[in-house]
């Protein structure tokens, strides 16, 4: 049986950090309470010429040449990403145009913080209909473009970045065993981003607010943690693989106090979560990637192991997928 196997992995953070103690002078919030509550301590800020497709782009060349795949054998790019610098024409154009992957046909993906595991999702059945293809896979975000940096309940929170993966068909029992996708729209307004300014005066919502991303915060924390719990029992019970054999997990990164209460539900080793939203904050559809890329260089991955990934996002979209390294 094909299995669309991850060959090689890759990221990109902009050069500027940013800290909790830098966030004090900006609103009114302390260094305590955001480490307390999220586990966030800095994040990165993208500056000139890091916007999100440049981002994406050295992501994707660092994962090119891991896997020691030139980009003209790519034939697909995804990019999950909700905020590229141009609505039109996708990232996934940009991307390929910039590391000159000519022989791709390309693609974005919009699921929020789950749009790395979607796209991830899309690559494994392009994979498995056609076994000679070659994709990159990618997450990037400048949800620094997106936020209000005057609203403390949101602007502490995230950050940009961006993570990569090139799959393809594994050899033997190596790839993707299986996965698990799941949406809820008529939850949309508890997490969600207006668009940029509508043209059309008979569309410009009553409410309109600005581009910004808002959050009902606690709705969500209680959301994502059960959804979570559930995309990655009902994955693990379809693959027939045991918590206790899961060797790491790569979760979306949105907040330590979600991860630490996900471990304990699952049964599953804390020390098997890979973290590193300290670093990061919640970088969305790139939170994944990046962590993947980081634990693969840190030699936390051996050949066999069953990978768990684990995603929640605007939506509501979530869901959890298993690979085996
Ligand atoms: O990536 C997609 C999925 N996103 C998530 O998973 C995020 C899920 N939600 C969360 O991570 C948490 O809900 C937050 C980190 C956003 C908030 O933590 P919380 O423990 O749910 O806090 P809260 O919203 O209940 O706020 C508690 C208090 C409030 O004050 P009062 O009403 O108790 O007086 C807030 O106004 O903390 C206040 N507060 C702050 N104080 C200092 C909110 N933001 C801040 C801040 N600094 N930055």
Redesign the pocket.
């Known amino acids: 049986m094909t299995r669309a196997a991850i060959l090689g992995t890759g990221s990109c953070l902009p050069r500027r950090v940013l800290t909790n103690a830098e966030?004090e002078k900006m609103?009114?919030?302390?260094d305590e309470?955001?480490t307390v509550?999220?586990g966030i301590r800095e994040r990165r800020i993208a500056g000139a010429g890091e916007e999100t497709s440049k981002l994406a782009a050295e992501a994707a060349r660092k994962a090119l040449a891991m896997a020691g795949v030139a980009a003209a054998e790519i034939g697909l790019i995804v990019v999950g990403t909700m905020t590229c610098e141009k609505a039109m024409p996708s990232c996934a154009c940009l991307v390929q145009k910039e590391i000159g992957a000519v022989n791709a046909f390309a693609m974005d993906i919009n699921a929020?913080?789950s749009g790395f595991l979607f796209g991830m999702d899309v690559a494994e059945k392009y994979i498995k209909a056609d076994p000679t293809l070659k994709v990159l896979v990618i997450g990037a975000e400048t949800l620094s473009t997106r936020t209000n940096w005057e609203d403390?309940?949101?602007?502490?929170?995230f950050g940009d970045g961006a993570g990569a993966v090139v799959m393809a068909a594994g050899d033997g029992e190596r790839g993707m065993l299986g996965s698990r996708l799941f949406a809820d729209g008529s939850l949309w307004h508890l997490?969600h981003m207006d668009a940029a300014p509508s043209l059309n005066p008979d569309l410009v919502a009553a409410d309109y607010q600005g581009p910004f991303i808002r959050?009902a915060?606690?709705e969500?924390?209680k959301y994502?943690v059960r959804a979570m719990q559930d995309g990655v029992a009902k994955v693990l019970a379809q693959e027939g693989v045991e918590p206790e054999a899961v060797r790491l997990v790569i979760p979306?990164q949105?907040?330590i106090?979600?991860l630490n209460s996900l471990t304990e539900r699952l049964g599953i080793a804390p020390e098997k979560i890979y973290i590193n939203v300290h670093k990061y904050g919640?970088t969305?559809a790139a939170?994944m990637p990046i962590a993947l890329d980081e634990a693969n260089r840190e030699g936390r991955l051996r050949p066999g192991d069953p990978v768990l990934f684990c995603a929640?996002?605007?939506g509501f979209t979530w869901g959890a997928a298993i690979v085996r390294w």
Do not use: K
């Open positions: 966030l609103v009114e919030t302390t309470w955001i509550r999220t929020a913080c403390r309940t949101t602007c502490v929170l997490l959050m915060g606690q969500v924390f994502a979306h949105a907040n106090r979600i919640n969305s939170s929640f996002g605007g």
